[in-house]
Structure formats: C-alpha cells, structure tokens
C-alpha cells in the first residue's frame, strides 16, 4: 500500500520571493522613522510656538498684580485692552492643541516600545496644557465678562485675585510640568539618537531653569516656544537624513 508523501517541501524558494516575504516587525532594511511624522512635528511645533508666543503677548494686557488700582480700573473701563486679551485667550486653546499635535507627532518617531519615560512624557504635556488653559481663563476671566454678559466689572479686588491665580496656575505649576516635558521629550529623544548632544546639553539646561526658576515675567515662557521651533527643525533634520540612509541602503 502507498501512504501519501508528507514530508516537508525542501525546495529553496526563489530569491526574489524570499526578498518579497513580509516579516512580522520592523526589517533592516525598512525605514526608519518617518519623514511624514517628522513634518508633522515641525509644522505644529511652528504652530505652537507662534500662536503660544501671540496669545502670551495679549494677555500680558493684563495690568501687572502690583498695579494700581486706578489702573486696573481704566484698563477695563476703556475696553481695547480687554478686547486684546479676548482675543489671546482664543489663540490660547489653538496653542494648545497644536502642542498635542507635536507631542504625539514625536512619539510617532520613537522606535521602541514604550517605557517609563515615555508615559511621563505624555502626562507632563498633557499637565502642562492643562495649567495652560485652566490659568490664561482665569486671568482673563474679567476681560471675557462684557462678552458674555451685561453685568458691571467685579471690583477690583476680585480682579487682582483672578490674576494671582491665574498666575500661579501658569507660573508655578504649567512651568514645571513644561520642564519635565523637556527632560522627557530630550531624553527619548538622545536615546533615539534623534538630536545632537549639544541640543540635549541646551534642553536639560532649559529643562533646569524652568523646574526652578520663580519669576512671573512673561518673557520667561518665551523659550519653551523657542525649544519646540529649534527641536522640531532638528527633529525633521534627522528624520531626512534617516530617510535618505535608508533609501541608499535599498538602492545597493
């Protein structure tokens, strides 16, 4: 009697099939992380640091905590400067969403699973987007009250209480979380070999001063713009050279 042959097909398959086969996982000769996402990060890292960098400057409108009250009372009184600071309040929110965008746009370059760090990325931007709404509200609550109501300007009193927390609520609390976001996003970001040393150098600095610095200027906030404009474009930098790598590598 003759039994079926079951044994395995020993046959080599073709090179051109073997080079075809789709592996589970990422190959070496697949590329690296995208420049899509790397354009993503820069765009919205422009977006951010533009829009953030506009609504700071009109709510700054805002009389200063140590003001007089004669001027708080006509800076309302007037009307322009609250229309001011209306209007960076709306770019505020703006501001905020185009941050998420470049968070999740740089997690999207990380190859590797995430980690620790990773998850304390993402809850130092999401914290520090929180502060940044809850704060910039609060602090122009007084200016938004003629838009959504006839009710006279509360005294002055509550005004520069409003003020004080929303300056805590943006200087003491949306600052920190924005520096651990800088330590986080640069150390993902060395580990990745996505950034210079120098760049790192200059993050962890940044990161340093932010986590204890004490002032309430404005102007101080300006850097973290700056930081996600210069890490975005080397983040699109190293995305281009990864890519181009990569292509090479195939051709050959």
Not at 37 to 43: C, D, H, K, P, Y
Not at 146 to 154: D, K
Not at 188 to 207: D, G, K, Q
Request: aromatic share 10%; proline share 6%.
């Amino acid at each position: 009697m003759e039994f079926p042959n079951r044994s395995k097909d020993t046959t080599a398959a073709p090179a051109g099939d073997i080079a075809g086969t789709i592996v589970p996982g990422r190959s070496a000769l697949s590329p690296g992380p995208g420049a899509g996402s790397a354009g993503t990060a820069v765009l919205s890292g422009i977006a951010f640091a533009v829009l953030f960098t506009l609504g700071l400057v009109l709510i700054n409108q805002i009389p200063r905590l140590d003001s007089p009250d004669s001027t708080y009372t006509t800076f309302y009184a007037t009307g322009s400067g609250g229309v001011l600071v209306t209007v960076g309040l709306y770019l505020v929110p703006f501001a905020g969403i185009t941050f998420l965008w470049f968070m999740m746009a740089f997690r999207a370059l990380l190859d590797r699973p995430a980690d620790l760090t990773q998850g304390l990325q993402l809850a130092s931007g999401v914290a520090f987007v929180c502060m940044l709404f809850a704060g910039t509200a609060v602090a122009g609550a007084v200016a938004l009250m003629p838009h959504f109501t006839s009710v006279p300007a509360p005294p002055v009193s509550v005004d520069r209480v409003l003020s004080t927390i929303g300056y805590g609520l943006v200087f003491v609390y949306g600052v920190r979380v924005a520096g651990m976001f800088t330590i986080t996003t640069t150390t993902l970001a060395r580990r990745a070999e996505l950034i210079p040393r120098w760049l790192a150098v200059l993050s962890y600095l940044m990161a340093a001063f932010l986590l204890v610095t004490t002032t309430t200027q404005p102007a101080t906030l300006l850097v973290y713009p700056a930081w996600v404009l210069l890490m975005s474009a080397v983040l699109l930098r190293s995305a281009r050279i990864r890519s181009g790598s990569t292509r090479a590598t195939v051709a050959r």
